[in-house]
């Protein structure tokens, strides 16, 4: 079509884009790095560049907030899918978010989803282990699949939260992390750039900076429970 420009709004994307051209530029809003996409934050080497979607740093942030939300909890489920991020990513994830779990003394169950058949699954093994809370982990497949997973929270009445604030539009309890709406609208600085004659390769990538903290109270209400003053004074965005 001879495009000027392609923009991949996941890592998926991203990747399929890279193996159908070397030459176009391509902009996504989800750059693993380092990565077969990008060598390098400063300097991505190739023809991809754009922004890094989350920092594995915020599963344990989001842990946090989950038991400051709700304290007392002692058996926190974390879902989480294998193969969602880089391999790099993924450990880097696992390893932070065991290190929270610690320092919080909280006691953690890895629990698995491929696809969207295994969600049912994993909430029925939340309740074998007898969690009483669970942190979603970053995921793609998670995200496309976010009412079903919140449906999923209601029914087993299980506080949980979430690495983007579209979970709690959609009743989930809370979320910590990027706003992914504002994310996809700053990629279209890079197109611009782009159009005006910069090379994806000089491009450094973007991490973020700001996060948000949302809360809903509605949700809370359903599942019987309070959340911290503390938190909800803390709280970017509360839903009442």
Same mark, same amino acid.
């Given at each position: ?108 169950? =890895? &629990?698995? @989803? #491929? %696809?969207?058949?295994?969600? +049912? ?6 309740? !074998?282990?007898? /969690? ?34 579209? =979970? &709690?539009? @959609? #009743? %989930?309890?809370?979320?910590? +992390? ?6 996809? !609208?700053?990629? /279209? ?52």
């Amino acid at each position: 079509m001879k495009l000027d420009v392609i923009v991949a709004p996941s890592t998926v994307a991203a990747f399929a884009a890279q193996q159908a051209t070397a030459t176009v530029p391509i902009v996504s809003t989800a750059v693993p790095v380092p990565s077969k996409l990008a060598a390098s934050l400063a300097q991505p080497g190739g023809n991809v560049t754009g922004l890094a979607f989350f920092s594995p740093e915020l599963v344990g942030k989001c842990l946090e907030q989950l038991i400051e939300a709700v304290p007392g909890r002692s058996r926190v489920a974390v879902l989480w899918q294998p193969g969602g991020q880089g391999e790099r990513t993924e450990k880097d994830m696992l390893t932070r978010v065991g290190a929270a779990g610690q320092a919080l003394a909280v006691r953690l169950h =890895f &629990v698995e @989803a #491929r %696809g969207p058949q295994d969600l +049912g699954r994993a909430f029925s093994d939340m309740t !074998r282990v007898r /969690a009483d809370a669970v942190t979603v982990l970053p995921s793609n497949m998670f995200f496309n699949e976010r009412r079903r997973l919140v449906d999923l929270t209601a029914k087993y009445r299980l506080p949980a939260v979430y690495p983007w604030r579209d =979970f &709690v539009d @959609a #009743r %989930g309890l809370l979320s910590y +992390g990027l706003n992914v709406a504002a994310l996809h !609208r700053r990629a /279209a600085v890079y197109v611009d750039r782009i159009l005006k004659g910069a090379k994806p390769a000089d491009l450094p990538i973007e991490q973020p900076t700001t996060f948000e903290l949302i809360i809903n109270l509605k949700t809370a209400t359903a599942l019987g429970i309070t959340i911290a003053p503390s938190l909800v004074s803390r709280a970017d965005q509360v839903i009442e």
